[in-house]
């Protein structure tokens, strides 16, 4: 490291407080030799204070060296310092008189700095090494001092010590506290932020929604007309004229339309589901064999691994299909025409419950990096232009969103994509015990005026689908109030306590 690099550390690890030991280390410095200059010592005692600054002088040159080097072990570096500098003190005690040296003053200043630094005990600690560093400065000498003027002097080492001590310790907790709040401060700052952010996004999405949906009920009816009048001309006109292939590339075209309507009209509206118990599996296994002429025709390996066959989740069968439809689809296209496609259940525990997790696995092209946090959103889309809406992997997170899920991606490029679904897991044994709007009593079941996605399937889990542990927006009641489900007395009792 470069010294301006490492100039650039020191300073970010130096405080005012440093600044201010630096200058006061300086002041007694050259305090010292002015007074040493325009003082009447006799040579010897002279020489020998001139060499305890030059001493202090080097072994301060030393220390600064090391928080130069090491800023972030500052505090140790300082206690090292503490030694040399009793040591310095003791040796202008011993060399200007003993006990009748003025020279002992330098204790309190040790002891009130350190203590002010290093808190209460450290304080009283160096008080008392403080009195026996004097002590032997004065060699022992009570017949130069009475033992009550050294007990009186030595008292207020600690006079200092406590009141500075418990000073410093309120300020440090005082401090300690409004960095706390400075940092939750500044990520309720981010939070709101984010919210306001999402809350924007969300109102142009309803207004876009709002719009587009309105267009394509208006664009659907001629367009059907046209399409009506194309497949008529088709059937009529002769083989290998013009008119046939004008007629076939019309009934084309207006296809590709009728199924860019159909995804914005299903990503626009407010889908009915219909949640009922069911096994995954079964789901899953349905809608492969939907594809398997596809597969056979493409030359692509299925492999298939059902580890939740016993398990069940509230479903609705259509929806949860079309997602599986579209996450296939999308596999097909990233092997192109050629591959090993891996589909697999299995029981996971995330947020603190079971979720049944669904992988669909597939070893295309991979998604890069910087695209994967784009891939849900509305309209994107990396295939040709006039192939597919960008519309399939939003609408698999809507209908996973309706089913309090989640989807987490994974992806390599060149390597391929795993897209994993996860469903609440429902056990029999947990639907007739207490919900969370019956343990707190927060009125959700009589209040159609107020949403939460954990009313009425997801009582026993509701953190994970409506509070703070869910991957989506919080709308759990008690869940907005607290911020932090971890301190919900349901969530203790079932599953932290196990309980209820």
Partial sequence: MNLRAQWSLARKN????????????????????????????????????LNIYIYYFFYNFFIYVLIFLKPQKIRRIYFLGLVFDLLFVFLLVKNTGGFESNFYLGFYLLTALNTFYYGLACGIGLAAVSSLVYLAGGSFDFEAIQWTD???????????????GFLSEKLRADKTKIESLHCELEKSIFDLSKTQQRLVESEKLSALGRLTAD?????????????????RLYKIASDGTKEKEYAELIVSEVDKLEKTLKDVLIFSRDARFYLELAHLDDVVDSSLKEFSAIFEEQNIEVKKDYRAAQCKALLDRDQVKQALYNFIINALDAMSGKGTLIVRTYIEFLNDIDYIAVDICDNGKGIPAENIKLIFEP??????????????????????????????????????????LYFPLQREEDRGKIKCWQYRGCGIENDRERTCSAYPNFGRVCWAVAGTFSEGKVQGIYAQ???????????????VRKSV
């Fill in 481 to 495: 109030k607290i911020k932090d489900c971890r301190q919900c007395p349901f969530y203790q009792e079932v599953a």
């Fill in 379 to 420: 309209f994107y889309s990396t295939k040709a232009i006039g192939v597919g809406t960008g519309l399939g992997l939003s609408i698999c997170k809507k209908i996973m969103d309706e089913h309090s899920g989640m989807i987490k991606v994974r992806s390599k490029l060149n390597e391929g994509s795993t897209f994993t």
């Fill in 150 to 164: 050294y007990a009186l002097r030595v008292s207020f080492l600690f006079l200092i010590a406590v009141p500075l």
């Fill in 215 to 231: 267009v394509a009920h208006e664009i659907r009816n001629p367009l059907t007309g046209v399409g009506g009048f194309a497949r």
């Fill in 14 to 49: 130096l405080e005012s407080t440093d600044v201010g030991f630096f200058l006061l280390r300086v002041t007694v410095f050259l305090g010292g030799l002015g007074w040493l200059v325009f003082s009447s010592l006799p040579p010897q005692e002279f020489s020998a204070v």
